[in-house]
């Protein structure tokens, strides 16, 4: 019994030791915001929650609201909008407790609640319609805000959406967050981080150290972590078939071939519900086309901005 305890306190040691070499404290706020805070209004207070926001683009144009991924920032659409503002009114936002915006207070984070957020948003910017656009997370949020609020939606644009459920994911129930993922909380070296992003993309080596850096600074935001964590704890999948047959407007899903996350064979399953829709595949490119092929994501995503436009304008 004593070697069994003595065992015992040296794998606790040991573990402690491990623990503290590998801690990883939270980015001072002050020194994030002096990086990637472009204006101290693009912080916005909605119901409490004090958001990241970056508007560009005539105030009168057609609006566009972009909505980013899992784990990414507003920056995910970085590329794509000196394309764009120039013809449409683009918004982009962090999710709460996301990128610069801050943790919710009241530590909701479930999909209700961020459609509410983005209701208001809109609210406060005058955009009574737009067109919504999605990656991943962000993209069942886009066609989970289309069927809530279908007057406020002029078209889709879902990217490798998320929203069927998958392998530890079932419809009414939220999901068990591992000891491992809670330990993100804690310790999150960089190398881990930057592996988690290699498979994001279809070419790995379009992943530039400036992406990497980015990701990890803003990871480490005060909240980010325990706000990722809470997210996934809370994600309450509900089953999309008979929300999908409520959206009416045009849908275009944009989807790397090589998207190793949501696999392109899952936009079968959005095509069969969604009245209204088109598939463009994007080969060789992964979850994050419009990091990854800027150039290449704008194509599609352009001509069907216009084809809206040619059917009705795309007024707020």
Avoid: C
């Avoid at 999948?237 to 190793?260: H, Q, T």
């Avoid at 290449?296 to 084809?307: A, D, E, H, M, N």
């Amino acid at each position: 019994m004593p070697t069994l305890a003595k065992l015992g306190a040296t794998l606790l040691v040991l573990t402690v030791v491990a623990l503290a070499a590998l801690w990883t404290p939270d980015r001072h706020r002050s020194d994030l915001e002096a990086r990637y805070l472009h204006d101290a209004g693009d912080l916005r207070d909605i119901d409490g929650v004090k958001l990241h926001v970056r508007v560009s683009g005539p105030t009168h144009a057609p609006a566009l609201l972009m909505i980013h991924g899992f784990g990414a920032s507003l920056h995910t659409w970085e590329r794509l909008v000196p394309s764009l503002d120039k013809h449409y009114r683009v918004i982009r936002l962090d999710l709460p407790g996301a990128g610069l915006s801050r943790p919710d207070p009241t530590g909701d984070y479930s999909d209700e609640r961020t459609l509410a957020l983005l209701d208001g948003l809109l609210a406060q910017l005058n955009v009574s319609r737009g067109v919504i656009i999605g990656n991943s997370i962000g993209g069942r949020l886009a066609w989970r805000f289309a069927a809530a609020y279908p007057d406020r939606v002029t078209g889709l644009v879902l990217v490798s959406p998320d929203g069927f459920a998958s392998e530890g994911f079932e419809y009414g129930r939220a999901p068990e967050v591992s000891v491992f993922t809670q330990l993100m909380r804690y310790t999150l070296p960089r190398f881990m981080l930057e592996m988690s992003l290699r498979p994001a993309y279809g070419n790995p080596d379009a992943l530039t150290e400036e992406v990497v850096n980015r990701y990890y600074d803003l990871m480490l935001a005060p909240g980010a972590r325990d706000a990722l964590i809470k997210r996934m704890a809370q994600t309450v999948l509900v089953d999309p078939k008979p929300v999908l047959r409520r959206i009416k407007v045009p849908v275009l899903l944009l989807w790397g071939e090589r998207d190793g996350a949501i696999p392109i064979a899952n936009a079968a399953d959005y095509q069969a519900h969604l009245p209204d829709s088109v598939l463009v595949p994007l080969p060789g490119l992964g979850h994050v086309p419009q990091e990854e092929a800027p150039l290449r994501f704008l194509l599609p995503l352009s001509k069907f901005l216009q084809s809206l436009e040619a059917q009705a304008p795309l007024t707020e």
